[in-house]
């Protein structure tokens, strides 16, 4: 790691564990970001209240497959349930994070899964999640969890769907600012990991000059085996930056969160399908 890449500063790396296929992939990720950041990964598991307190309720039922029979849900059987789940997510931890001699730790909490989630992660420097949390979904594809990861966390978040992984090439809007460069960074370390290739937007009406835009580039990724080029955008909204990535092929996008409004950032989750790095 050069002198550059220690303001990454990335030591912890926080997933969000459930059932779900979305989760298997942001773990796959956690762990890939981990081994190439040198860093450790804490996979947590919430047991969301909100299932216990519904299945208290008189008109609870649990179908039960393949006789299609109805038995009567009770807390306690969603309790085993949750656990069985947490078992489950921590086998998938550790299977895939100890072939590849990467540090871990698991922990289940309860509570209300997004609060609890950006509570338990508050001193992570990453946070991974699923884009969703069931494999159909009603309404937009990005789940509330994930909305309220990729809007309300301290540190950056990666957003990924399920069966999706990151690979090039590697996208990441600049416009000159101190948190541009800090999501350049990460981009760079992505697009070494993934073949050397990175495609850099740069939103109309940024403040930095096409040749300040080459100086800087060069002084970024100078002395590294990576194919840089850049694109200037027509517009400086989140519908320019999907447009974007759409017409580079984006394989992984790294946005700034400061560059975006919070209505700006549940648009970009559900306009483009590759997986999202949003950087604090």
């Excluded at 992939?25 to 947590?44: F, H, T």
């Excluded at 460069?181 to 990460?186: F, H, M, R, V």
Aim: charged share 25%.
């Amino acid at each position: 790691m050069d002198e550059q890449e220690e303001g990454l500063k990335i030591r912890l790396v926080v997933v969000a564990l459930d059932a779900s296929h979305h989760s298997l992939a942001a773990l796959r990720a956690a762990a890939e970001l981990a081994s190439s950041l040198e860093a450790e990964v804490l996979g947590l598991f919430v047991e969301d209240v909100n299932l216990l307190h519904a299945a208290g309720l008189p008109m609870a039922r649990e179908l039960r497959f393949p006789f299609a029979r109805h038995a009567q849900m009770t807390p306690q059987r969603m309790k085993r349930q949750l656990r069985a789940q947490a078992l489950q997510a921590r086998r998938a931890l550790s299977s895939i994070c100890e072939p590849q001699g990467i540090e871990w730790s698991f922990k289940v909490v309860r509570g209300r899964v997004s609060s609890k989630l950006l509570e338990e992660a508050a001193k992570a420097d990453l946070l991974c999640v699923g884009r969703a949390s069931r494999p159909v979904m009603q309404g937009p594809r990005t789940g509330s969890t994930a909305r309220a990861a990729a809007v309300r966390a301290q540190q950056s978040v990666l957003v990924i769907s399920q069966e999706a992984r990151i690979q090039a090439p590697v996208v990441a809007t600049y416009d000159g600012s101190p948190e541009a460069d800090e999501a350049l960074l990460l981009a760079r370390r992505l697009a070494i990991e993934t073949g050397g290739f990175i495609s850099i937007l740069v939103p109309a009406g940024s403040s930095i000059s096409p040749e300040e835009l080459q100086e800087r580039l060069a002084d970024r990724f100078g002395g590294k085996d990576i194919v840089v080029r850049y694109r200037e955008l027509a517009g400086s909204g989140v519908m320019s930056i999907i447009r974007g990535a759409q017409m580079e092929g984006c394989g992984t996008l790294v946005v700034s969160r400061a560059s975006l409004l919070q209505e700006e950032i549940s648009k970009l989750l559900d306009g483009v399908e590759c997986p999202v790095v949003l950087t604090k």
